[in-house]
């Protein structure tokens, strides 16, 4: 496993476009946004700090982590992993361990540009905790990501990943707070999964209590997708298997 972990973030490194749309873009955009706004050292700014950080994250769950999957079925390296000994849970494992990686980093470097270029000042405990809260969400959101990968057209993948990643970015509050919608708009925005991401970080720093509402609510949400892909995957396996049987007859 630690081999084809070593391979895999060696093509991850190859790939300077993908560093760029996951870690630098929402830094730039917290960056205006925040100068936009001119609150700078106030509650806004640290929680549009959590944000943007939270929005950097569902972009690992909504683009990377599915296309990774399915680019590799595409170019033959899905075939070629299935010569190694490793379990196809084993393989998953490591795309996952991957995206829990990227994700740490690119917390790290939303929080310090944050912290040094808009004065974000928080406790050590508040980075840590905020930081780690963020990074076990993204780990539950890549189930949402898990169902993208059911598409076997990538440009239709791409498609509904876009509609998801802008929409729930939007109705959850990540890039303009839900106090400004409409009544109606803010109750359908607190069923969303991003809302709940976002408060991971968002209510520990303002209350400095961990909201394991939004953490029961995020590990529900992972639950619920995972069944999802669960059935849709074993119907679609004995739609083939039926399929292929007939061929033969």
């Not at 749309?21 to 001119?38: G, K, N, Q, R, W």
């Not at 994700?103 to 780690?132: P, R």
């Not at 498609?159 to 009544?183: D, E, K, Q, R, T």
């Not at 961990?210 to 059935?231: D, E, M």
């Amino acid at each position: 496993m630690l081999a084809l972990l070593k391979i895999e973030w060696l093509r991850l490194t190859r790939n300077k476009k993908y560093i760029f749309m996951t870690a630098v873009m929402p830094i730039v955009l917290f960056i205006v946004f925040s100068s936009v706004y001119e609150k700078s050292n106030s509650a806004f700014t640290q929680n549009f700090l959590m944000s943007m950080t939270t929005f950097c994250l569902t972009s690992f769950a909504l683009y990377n982590f599915p296309f990774d999957i399915m680019e590799d079925k595409n170019n033959g390296w899905d075939e070629t992993l299935q010569k190694v000994p490793l379990s196809k849970f084993q393989v998953t494992l490591v795309k996952i361990i991957k995206m829990t990686i990227e994700s740490a980093l690119s917390i790290i470097l939303v929080f310090l540009a944050g912290h040094f270029l808009k004065n974000v000042n928080l406790t050590l405990t508040q980075w840590l905790v905020s930081g780690l809260l963020l990074l076990f969400g993204s780990t539950i959101f890549l189930s949402i990501g898990t169902l993208l990968t059911l598409f076997k057209d990538m440009q239709t993948a791409s498609i509904f990943s876009n509609i998801l990643y802008f929409g729930l970015a939007i109705l959850g509050g990540l890039w303009v707070p839900i106090n400004v919608f409409p009544i109606f708009l803010q109750k359908i925005a607190k069923f969303t999964p991003t809302y709940h991401f976002r408060e991971l970080a968002v209510s520990y720093i303002s209350k400095g209590i961990i909201p394991w509402f939004s953490l029961y609510i995020l590990i529900l949400y992972g639950l619920f997708f995972l069944t999802i892909f669960y059935v849709v995957a074993k119907q679609s396996k004995t739609l083939r298997t039926i399929s292929n049987y007939n061929k033969k007859s």
